[in-house]
């Protein structure tokens, strides 16, 4: 087959004038890859495309579920005959998104990046088609991988969750003492194994509840609901907390702050995770404050605490998937996804959540933080 023909034949090239299909043949390469050969590995700087032709190439992400943890490799595509790999050689910053290997014996054309997109600023018409195709797989790429990352989770979570419920009901039944009389160690000892079994179900319903959110379920649970109940309720749950480690709520949630429409248990969760955060990086006598403003068109809550505030470096990923800050003199970590769940749901919303830190900078005092959440009156959240 020639080049031409390749090209033509091909979903990024086919249609564009011949003359375009000669040029851009003219600043390609044939290559042949063995099964087992990569032709891209993710992180370097991208400077060819590469258009399969006949054979079969994995697309493979590497995914961390740790900032701490190792970095595995998922397949997330398989590109065939007439498919592109590279997209990134044509988009700054020119850096492979992703390592592509080869699954069986793959004759392909290599494609100058830089000099396609030369070609394609002199040829706008035929450029705009071109690029119309890279940003639909590169659409398809990233929303394949969220589908297969969410499916995962929530397959794996599912599976997860029965058995370590059986093993804390078993632990609570030993904790009771109802088959007999345990030991002050062996109580530590169970009491400790059952904290380790609550944050791994904490754990696994987070994980449950990305894939959720990912997957757009929650339009069902959206009702008028009245925030200021929200609050309050969100608030009885954590003041056990606040007590117990001696730190100070202080609460202005007024009572004409009108409706929203809005999942209730959803923003609860959210409330609930930034107030217990707040709580718990707040040293003793420390303070914590909520505050509810209706602002007409839209609901403000404002979360701040004198505690450890949040280091510049962390501000930035705070709101990532398993990010966990650096800045927590060997407190407890906890999961890494509370926050991240709550930006999912405040964006169902509609709505926007981001942190200030430290409180006072005016002051020069590195403590303390803000969390600020707004909430429209109504969403268009699926």
């Given at each position: 087959m020639s080049v031409v023909r390749a090209l033509r034949e091909s979903e990024a090239f086919e249609g564009l004038p011949h003359e375009v299909l000669q040029a851009i043949a003219a600043i390609s390469s044939e290559r042949t890859y063995e099964?087992?050969?990569?032709?891209?590995?993710?992180?370097?700087?991208?400077?060819?495309?590469?258009?399969?032709?006949?054979?079969?190439?994995?697309?493979?992400?590497?995914?961390?579920l740790s900032h701490r943890g190792p970095a595995r490799r998922a397949t997330v595509d398989?590109?065939?005959?007439?498919?592109?790999v590279g997209w990134s050689a044509m988009v700054p910053p020119r850096e492979r998104t992703a390592t592509t290997i080869c699954v069986v014996r793959t004759r392909a054309l290599a494609i100058d990046g830089d000099e396609l997109f030369r070609l394609l600023e002199e040829q706008p018409r035929a450029g705009f088609r071109v690029m119309v195709h890279l940003a639909s797989v590169a659409s398809s790429?990233?929303?394949?991988?969220?589908?297969?990352?969410?499916?995962?989770?929530?397959?794996?979570?599912?599976?997860?969750?029965?058995?370590?419920?059986?093993?804390?009901?078993?632990?609570?039944?030993?904790?009771?003492e109802f088959v007999g009389p345990i030991t002050d160690k062996q109580r530590q000892l169970?009491?400790?194994?059952?904290?380790?079994?609550?944050?791994?179900?904490?754990?696994?319903?987070?994980?449950?509840?990305?894939?959720?959110?990912?997957?757009?379920?929650?339009?069902?649970?959206?009702?008028?609901?009245?925030?200021?109940?929200?609050?309050?309720?969100?608030?009885?749950?954590?003041?056990?907390?606040?007590?117990?480690?001696?730190?100070?709520?202080?609460?202005?949630?007024?009572?004409?702050?009108?409706?929203?429409?809005?999942?209730?248990?959803?923003?609860?969760?959210?409330?609930?995770?930034?107030?217990?955060?707040?709580?718990?990086?707040?040293?003793?006598?420390?303070?914590?404050g909520l505050v509810v403003e209706?602002?007409?068109?839209?609901?403000?809550?404002?979360?701040?605490?004198?505690?450890?505030?949040?280091?510049?470096?962390?501000?930035?990923?705070?709101?990532?998937?398993?990010?966990?800050?650096?800045?927590?003199d060997g407190q407890d970590l906890g999961t890494g996804l509370g926050l991240a769940v709550a930006r999912r749901i405040i964006a169902a919303h509609g709505g926007r959540i981001w942190v200030e830190s430290p409180l006072c900078p005016e002051a020069e005092i590195n403590k303390g933080s803000r969390f600020v959440i707004t909430l429209p009156r109504h969403t268009s959240a699926t």
């Open positions: 099964p087992g050969d990569v032709l891209t590995n993710e992180g370097e700087p991208a400077n060819i495309l590469i258009l399969v032709v006949e054979g079969k190439v994995a697309v493979e992400k590497r995914i961390v398989v590109v065939t005959d007439g498919q592109l790429r990233l929303r394949e991988t969220t589908h297969r990352l969410s499916y995962l989770l929530s397959i794996a979570s599912h599976d997860l969750k029965a058995p370590l419920a059986a093993v804390e009901s078993y632990q609570q039944v030993l904790l009771g169970l009491l400790r194994c059952s904290e380790r079994t609550k944050d791994a179900l904490e754990l696994i319903s987070d994980f449950l509840d990305v894939s959720r959110l990912e997957a757009g379920q929650m339009h069902g649970e959206l009702e008028i609901i009245s925030l200021a109940n929200v609050a309050r309720r969100s608030v009885e749950i954590v003041q056990p907390k606040a007590d117990e480690k001696g730190v100070h709520l202080n609460v202005n949630i007024p009572q004409d702050v009108a409706g929203i429409q809005g999942a209730a248990l959803r923003l609860q969760q959210v409330l609930v995770n930034v107030l217990s955060n707040a709580v718990r990086y707040t040293p003793v006598g420390g303070q914590v209706d602002r007409g068109d839209h609901v403000r809550i404002e979360i701040a605490d004198t505690g450890i505030g949040i280091q510049p470096e962390d501000l930035p990923r705070i709101f990532d998937d398993f990010y966990r800050g650096t800045n927590t």
